[in-house]
């Protein structure tokens, strides 16, 4: 959202006049959606921001934003607790989310991520065929 600011901005000469409105709009449609619970949940739980924000366990908006949806999605008491116990393996980076290659990826753009995909998965279907 910041590049598409600067954009406006440069597109605009950096009058703040004419672009003011602009940005009034902007930050009203972008305040909703950016402190959706569902909106925090996805940025807590995306490696990329997670592990390479040292403070996003402090930040009680975004704590309580994931706990929303918890208990929006949960099936009942148990579930949640299964799911806090999961999560405290994602804060440690335990288990795969330890493993070298997670740990590289946590610094892939989503664009990276989804061409690794694409290969991936067509490495798999052509050596499947071998078999």
């Not at 605009?12 to 672009?19: Q, T």
């Not at 148990?78 to 610094?107: D, P, Q, S, W």
Request: hydrophobic share 30%.
């Amino acid at each position: 959202m910041d590049r598409a600011k600067e954009t406006i901005q440069r597109a605009f000469n950096d009058n703040k006049e004419k672009y003011k409105n602009i940005f009034a709009i902007i930050h009203h449609r972008w305040d909703c959606q950016l402190y959706h619970p569902l909106h925090m949940t996805g940025y807590y739980l995306n490696p990329r921001f997670y592990y390479t924000n040292s403070n996003i366990d402090k930040d009680v908006e975004m704590e309580d934003g994931l706990n929303k949806c918890i208990v929006k999605l949960s099936e009942d008491d148990e579930f949640e607790v299964a799911v806090h116990k999961e999560l405290l393996i994602y804060k440690r980076g335990g288990y795969r989310f330890g493993m070298t290659t997670a740990i590289k990826a946590r610094t892939l753009s989503p664009g990276k991520w989804e061409s690794s995909l694409i290969n991936l998965n067509h490495y798999l279907i052509s050596d499947s065929c071998k078999y």
